[in-house]
Nanobody, 117 residues
C-alpha cells in the first residue's frame, strides 16, 4: 500500500506562483512514477506533469516553461512549482503514485488551486 498526501494549494492572482507538495508513505520502494493531474469545472481531468524514479519528466503542453516537477527521494516527496499562473490553471490538483508491482495507482485527496484574473 502507498499513501499520498498533497498540500500547498490556495488562491493566487494571475502571474503569481504556488508550490504543491505530495508526500508518499508505505510501500514506497516500488514507486516508479509520481505525478499530478488536474480537473477544472466542466472539463476532463488532464495530466499536468509526471516524474519517474530516474528523474525523467513529462509536462502538458499548456504548462511547459511555467511548471516544474521535482522529487526529493530522501523525503519521499514530489513537488510541483507553478509559476506565471493563469486563470485557466484553476482546478483541483491531485497527486498520484504508481508502483511497478501493482496495477492501480494511489491517489491523494486533491488540493484546490484558484487563480484570479
Amino acid at each position: 500500500q502507498v499513501q499520498v498526501v498533497e498540500s500547498g494549494g490556495g488562491l493566487v492572482q494571475a502571474g503569481g506562483s504556488l508550490r504543491l507538495s505530495c508526500a508518499a508513505s508505505g510501500t514506497i520502494f516500488s514507486i516508479d512514477v509520481m505525478g499530478w493531474y488536474r480537473q477544472a469545472p466542466g472539463k476532463q481531468r488532464e495530466l499536468v506533469a509526471r516524474i519517474t524514479s530516474g528523474g525523467s519528466t513529462n509536462y502538458a503542453d499548456s504548462v511547459k516553461g511555467r511548471f516544474t516537477i521535482s522529487r526529493d527521494n530522501a523525503k519521499n516527496t514530489v513537488y510541483l512549482q507553478m509559476n506565471s499562473l493563469k486563470p485557466e490553471d484553476t482546478g483541483v490538483y491531485s497527486c498520484y503514485a504508481h508502483r511497478f508491482d501493482w496495477p492501480v495507482a494511489s491517489w491523494g485527496q486533491g488540493t484546490q488551486v484558484t487563480v484570479s484574473s
